[in-house]
C-alpha cells in the first residue's frame, strides 16, 4: 500500500485516563437504570514500556425503579438486597461526573456506557477510547471480543493484589481493571511497519478519530523469527500440532497397523495418541481404496478417530509416489480432503495434518483453497485506502474496517476472509472487498502475483494434499479446475445440501448492483453516451430495488410464515404476473444500455473489462428472468426474516437435482471415499446412496471403541406434552430445569427454533440462578464460540442452542453429562426443497426424505454426548411421539447402542439417580457447596 504522510500534528498519550463500566437493568437507555458505575483514573506510562498504575476510584450502587429481575441478578450478581437501601443514579451523577473530569475516558464496548451515562445526566465531551473496537484491530481472528473470553484467550486478568473480595469478578470494579490489563496488552500489539502506519494515522484523522493515534506505534525493524506472523491470531498458538512430536524412522512400506496400531509409530511419537482397533480398520480401508481405487462409504462411530484413520493413508500414499515406491500404474496425486465445517478445515489445517507429517517426517505440500470471495482482494483494498472524500457517513466504521484489514495482513497475508471475525455492518462492507470482484478478475490474475486468492490457486496447484469444503469440491470439479486424482469426504451427511447450495444463484440487490455498477465505471468519463449511460445504470439499480420490494409486498399479501415456494400455479396468478411484466420491463432497459455499452469506443486495456463486464450483467439479467418466469430444473423460492422493523428478502434458485454433477466428480478420479459419523438410517446406506447417487459404493462401518451401552443412557419420556399444548414451554423448562438441578448443570438442550430456546430461557433463569447455576442461550447471552468455551470450563452451566450446536461441539469430560433433546429434528414442514424433490422423483415428502434427514441429525445430536472413552452421561428424549408413532421403531432402530429406557416423566429423577449413582451426584453437590464457600 502506498505510504500518505500525516497532514495534521500527531496527538501524544495522555498522563491520566479513566476507566468506566456500567451495570444496568436493560441493553435500552432509555427504559432501564444504572445499578453500578465504577470509574478507575490511571496514570498512563509515556513510552509503553510499562503499565503504568492505578490512581484512585470510585465504586457506587444505585438503586433501580423497578425491582431486579432474576435474569439482571443472574447477570449482573446485583441482588435486590445489595441496592435496597441506596440512592437512585440521579443523586449520584454529580459525583461521578466531578470524578472523571475532563480526563480521556476508555471502556469496553464503549457506546453502551457512555450512552448510559449521557441519557441519565453526565455530560461527556472528551474522547473516549473503545477496547472492544480495539481488539478488533489487534486481533483480528480473536472468535469473541466479550471482554472475559478475548481476555481469556490473550492471557490477561486481573494481578492478583487488585482483586480483592471486595471487587469480585464481573463486578464493575473488577470489568475496569479487566479493561484496563486489555488495554495495556493492545497498546503492545498494535505495531505496524511505518508506511502502514502512516495509513493508519491518516484514516483516524480523516474519520475524526485522531484521538485513538498514539495507541499505535511504528514496528521495530528486528529480525522476524517466523513466530510472530503465526502467533499473531488471539493467543497466540503457532500453527502447528497440538502435542509435541518426537523424531521418528518412518519407512513408506509401512501399512495403517505399523502407524496406528498399539505399540505403533503414532503412539511412539506423540504422546497423546492411544490406539484404537476401529481406527486401524478404517486407516487400512482407506489405504486400501487410495491403492486400488473405487468408491466406497464409511461411517466411523463416536470416538474412532476417523481424521487420523484417513489422514496418515493419505499420506502415505503421498509419499509412495514421491518416492516411486508404489505399485507399478499406481495412481497418482493429489489428494484432495473436502468438509463442510471451517472448524474441521482449520483443525486439519493448523493440528492434524502438521502433527501426522511431522510423525510421519513427511515433505507433503499442503495447502487449503476456499471460493473466491473467501479472500480479500488487495487491488479493491488499495482503492479503498486511496479514495477520496473520507470522511462520509459511514466513514467511522469504514475506517476501521480498514485499520483492521491492515493490521490483519500484517499478522497473516493469507486473505482468508473466514478468519477474520467481523460484525454484520462490517460484513456488508467486506462484500466490496473480496476477490469476486468484475474489475479485479484479470487485473489481479495477470498483474497482481500477490493477490491472495492467486496465490491460494497456485499452492492449490502445487499441492500434494489439498484442503477445500464441500462448495468447492463439487463448483470446481464440475469444470475440471480442480485437478485431483483421490478425493476423501468428511462430513459427507453434508454433501447433497452442500452439493446443491453450490449451484445457488445470487440475486441480490447487493450482486446486481455491482454489476451494474461496473456497467456505470466503465462508461466514458466525458460526453453525452458516458453520462446517458450513467444515468441508465442508476436508473437499472432503482428498478431492481423496487422489484424487490413489490416481491416482498407479495410475500406479505400471500404468507404468514416467511417461506413460500414459487410453482407455476402461483406464477400463473394476477400478482405475480405484474411482477412478470415488471421484470420484462428492466431486461429491456438492461438490454438497451448494453447497447449503448458496446457501441462506444473504449481503449484497448479496458476492451477484456467491458467485455467481462457485459458477459456479467447478460448472466444476471438471464437469471433473473429464469426466476421469475421459472426453470423447470431449478427449486425457486423466497424468504423472508424479519427483525424488528427491518426485513431481508431472500430469493433462493437452487438445483433440483445434483447426482449427475457428483456422479461426473466421482468418475473423474481413480478413488473417491465419503465418509462422516452419521450415513446409515436404520443400519443401512440405501438413503444417503440414493440422495448422492452412490449406489455403486462400497459400505463399511466401524463401531464406536466407546462402550456406550454402560456409558450411555437414553431415557425416553412416553408421556411427554405435545408441542401444540400451551403448557409445552413449561414442561421443556421444568425437565431441562430439574435434570440440571440433579446434576448441577452438565446439560446441554438441543432445539429446533430459537422462539423455543428464549421460552425456556426465561422460565428457567430465575430457578437455576437460585441454584448456582449459569444458564447460557443462543442468542441471549453470547455467541456460539464463547458459550461453548465457557460451558466447557463451568460443569455448573447449562447451554441451549438450536440446529448449529447438534454437531461441532465437543466438550469432554463430566462438563456434559446430559443431553436433552425435546422434539425429533424434523425439518421445517413445507421445505421448499424437500417439497420440490418429493414431487419430482413422486416420492412422500415425510417418509423418503424428512424422516432419514431427521434420524442422521438426532444421531448428530445424541453424539455430543460422549467424547472420550471415559465420558459417562444421559440423553432425555421428550418427544413421545417415539412410542406413539409409526415411524419411532425406525427412530428405536437408529439410535446407538446404548441402554434404552422408556418411561414417564416422574421417573426421570429416579432413572438418572440409578444411572450416575447416589456418589457421584453427592461429590458434584459437595463440589458445588464448596464453590459457594
Not at 95 to 118: C, P, R, W
Not at 330 to 356: C, E, F, G
Not at 395 to 409: E, N, S
Not at 912 to 920: P, Q, R
Request: glycine residues 6%.
Amino acid at each position: 500500500m502506498a505510504a500518505h504522510p500525516a497532514v495534521q500534528k500527531l496527538p501524544e498519550l495522555p498522563h491520566t485516563i479513566v476507566g468506566i463500566d456500567v451495570e444496568t437493568t436493560s441493553l435500552d437507555p432509555a427504559d432501564g437504570d444504572i445499578i453500578e458505575v465504577a470509574a478507575i483514573r490511571y496514570e498512563l506510562s509515556q513510552d509503553g514500556t510499562k503499565t503504568g498504575r492505578e490512581v484512585e476510584e470510585l465504586v457506587l450502587l444505585a438503586s433501580p425503579r423497578q425491582p431486579l429481575t432474576d435474569q439482571i441478578t443472574a447477570i449482573t450478581g446485583i441482588t435486590n438486597d445489595m441496592v435496597k437501601e441506596k440512592p437512585p443514579f440521579s443523586a449520584l451523577k454529580s459525583q461521578v461526573q466531578e470524578f472523571i473530569g475532563d480526563d480521556l475516558l476508555f471502556a469496553h464496548n464503549a457506546n453502551f456506557d457512555i450512552s448510559y451515562l449521557t441519557s441519565h445526566g453526565l455530560t461527556i465531551t472528551q474522547p473516549v477510547w473503545d477496547t472492544f473496537t480495539l481488539a478488533g484491530a489487534a486481533w483480528p481472528t480473536a472468535p469473541s471480543y466479550n471482554l472475559g473470553t478475548i481476555a481469556q484467550q490473550i492471557g490477561v486478568a486481573v494481578p492478583a493484589e487488585n482483586n480483592d473480595a471486595s471487587r469480585t469478578e464481573h463486578s464493575a470494579g473488577y470489568d475496569v481493571r479487566l479493561t484496563w490489563e486489555l488495554l495495556q496488552a493492545i497498546r503492545r500489539q498494535l505495531q505496524l511497519p511505518a508506511d502502514q502506519y502512516e495509513v493508519v494515522v491518516r484514516l483516524l484523522q480523516e474519520s475524526k478519530q485522531s484521538h485513538y493515534i498514539p495507541l499505535f506505534r511504528i514496528k521495530n525493524n528486528r529480525p522476524d523469527t517466523g513466530n510472530e506472523r503465526e502467533k499473531g491470531e488471539a493467543g497466540g498458538a503457532a500453527i502447528s500440532g497440538k502435542t509435541p512430536v518426537k523424531k521418528n524412522h518412518y519407512s513408506p512400506a509401512q501399512d495403517a497397523a505399523s502407524i496406528l496400531g498399539t505399540g505403533g509409530l503414532l503412539e511412539q511419537t506423540i504422546p497423546a495418541f492411544t490406539a484404537r482397533k476401529p481406527q486401524v480398520d478404517m486407516g487400512k480401508t482407506v489405504a486400501g481404496y487410495l491403492q486400488n481405487g473405487g468408491l466406497g462409504l464409511i461411517e466411523a462411530g463416536t470416538g474412532t478417530g476417523k481424521t487420523f484413520a484417513y489422514i496418515a493413508p493419505a499420506i502415505v500414499r503421498i509419499e509412495q509416489y514421491k518416492r516411486k515406491s508404489g505399485p507399478p500404474g499406481a495412481a497418482a496425486v493429489p489428494i484432495v480432503v473436502s468438509t463442510h465445517t471451517k472448524t474441521l478445515q482449520d483443525q486439519l489445517m493448523r493440528y492434524d495434518v502438521p502433527q501426522l507429517c511431522a510423525a510421519l517426517g513427511s515433505t507433503a505440500r499442503v495447502s487449503i483453497l476456499k471460493g473466491r470471495r473467501n479472500y480479500l482482494c488487495t487491488h479493491r483494498l488499495e482503492q479503498a485506502l486511496t479514495r477520496p472524500g473520507r470522511p462520509h457517513p459511514a466513514g467511522r466504521t469504514d475506517a476501521w474496517l480498514l485499520i483492521k484489514l491492515l493490521c490483519w495482513l500484517q499478522q497473516n497475508d493469507s486473505g482468508d476472509l473466514e478468519q477474520l471475525n467481523v460484525s454484520h455492518q462490517d460484513s456488508r462492507l467486506l462484500r466490496h472487498l473480496h476477490a469476486d470482484s468484475i474489475s479485479c478478475r484479470q487485473i489481479c490474475a495477470v498483474q497482481r502475483p500477490e493477490c491472495p486468492y492467486q496465490r491460494a490457486r497456485r499452492a492449490a496447484r502445487q499441492a500434494d494434499l489439498l484442503i477445500v469444503n464441500h462448495a468447492m469440491l463439487v463448483q470446481h470439479a464440475e469444470d475440471a479446475a480442480l485437478p485431483a486424482a483421490h478425493i476423501i469426504i468428511d462430513e459427507a451427511h453434508h454433501l447433497l445440501a452442500a452439493a446443491r447450495d453450490a449451484t445457488r444463484r445470487d440475486l441480490s440487490e447487493q450482486r446486481l448492483a455491482e454489476v451494474i455498477g461496473a456497467l456505470a465505471q466503465l462508461a466514458p468519463e466525458e460526453g453525452q453516451s458516458g453520462r446517458h449511460i450513467r444515468t441508465e445504470a442508476a436508473e437499472l439499480t432503482s428498478g431492481y430495488q423496487q422489484i424487490l420490494k413489490d416481491i416482498y409486498s407479495y410475500m406479505q399479501a400471500h404468507t404468514a410464515v416467511g417461506t413460500i415456494r414459487i410453482t407455476n400455479t402461483l406464477r400463473r396468478s394476477a400478482p405475480w404476473q405484474k411482477i412478470v411484466q415488471q421484470v420484462d420491463v428492466w431486461e429491456s432497459q438492461l438490454a438497451f444500455t448494453l447497447g449503448l455499452l458496446r457501441s462506444t469506443p473504449a481503449p484497448g486495456k479496458r476492451i477484456n473489462l467491458l467485455e467481462d463486464a457485459i458477459r456479467q450483467a447478460e448472466t444476471a439479467a438471464t437469471e433473473v428472468s429464469r426466476f421469475i418466469h421459472g426453470d423447470p430444473e431449478r427449486i425457486q423460492w423466497l424468504e423472508v426474516s424479519q427483525y424488528r422493523q427491518n426485513y431481508e428478502l431472500k430469493l433462493h434458485d437452487v438445483a433440483l437435482s445434483v447426482k449427475d454433477s457428483l456422479a461426473r466428480m466421482y468418475q473423474s478420479v481413480n478413488s473417491c471415499i465419503l465418509t462422516s459419523a452419521t450415513l446409515t438410517v436404520s443400519g443401512n446406506f440405501s438413503y444417503i446412496k440414493k440422495r448422492t447417487g452412490t449406489e455403486e459404493a462400497g459400505e463399511h462401518r466401524f463401531a464406536s471403541p466407546f462402550n456406550i451401552r454402560d456409558n450411555m443412557l437414553i431415557y425416553i419420556i412416553e408421556d411427554s406434552k405435545d408441542g401444540v399444548e400451551q403448557s409445552y414451554e413449561q414442561y421443556i423448562a421444568a425437565t431441562i430445569g430439574s435434570t440440571a438441578t440433579l446434576l448441577q448443570g452438565r446439560t446441554l438442550g438441543l432445539f429446533t427454533s430459537h422462539a423455543m430456546v428464549k421460552a425456556v430461557y426465561e422460565k428457567l433463569v430465575k430457578e437455576l440462578n437460585k441454584e448456582g447455576i449459569k444458564l447460557f442461550a443462543q442468542r441471549m447471552t453470547g455467541g456460539r464460540h464463547n458459550m461453548v468455551e465457557r460451558f466447557r470450563r463451568r460443569p455448573d452451566s447449562v447451554l441451549l442452542g438450536t440446529y448449529s450446536f447438534w454437531e461441532g461441539i465437543d466438550v469432554p469430560g463430566d462438563s456434559l453429562s446430559a443431553v436433552v433433546i425435546p422434539k425429533l429434528p424434523f425439518m421445517p414442514p413445507h421445505d421448499p426443497v424437500t417439497a420440490a424433490v418429493a414431487e419430482s422423483e413422486g416420492l412422500s415428502a415425510f417418509q423418503h426424505l424428512a424422516l432419514p434427514d431427521m434420524l442422521l441429525r438426532l444421531r448428530q445430536g445424541i453424539g455430543r454426548l460422549l467424547r472420550t472413552t471415559t465420558d459417562r452421561g444421559a440423553v432425555i428424549l421428550c418427544d413421545s411421539r417415539i412410542v406413539k408413532q409409526e415411524y419411532g421403531s425406525e427412530v428405536l432402530n437408529s439410535l446407538p447402542p446404548a441402554t434404552v429406557k422408556v418411561g414417564p416423566s416422574s421417573d426421570l429423577a429416579a432413572a438418572l439417580t440409578d444411572w450416575f449413582g447416589e456418589h457421584t451426584l453427592a461429590r458434584w453437590h459437595g463440589n458445588r457447596r464448596a464453590k459457594k464457600k
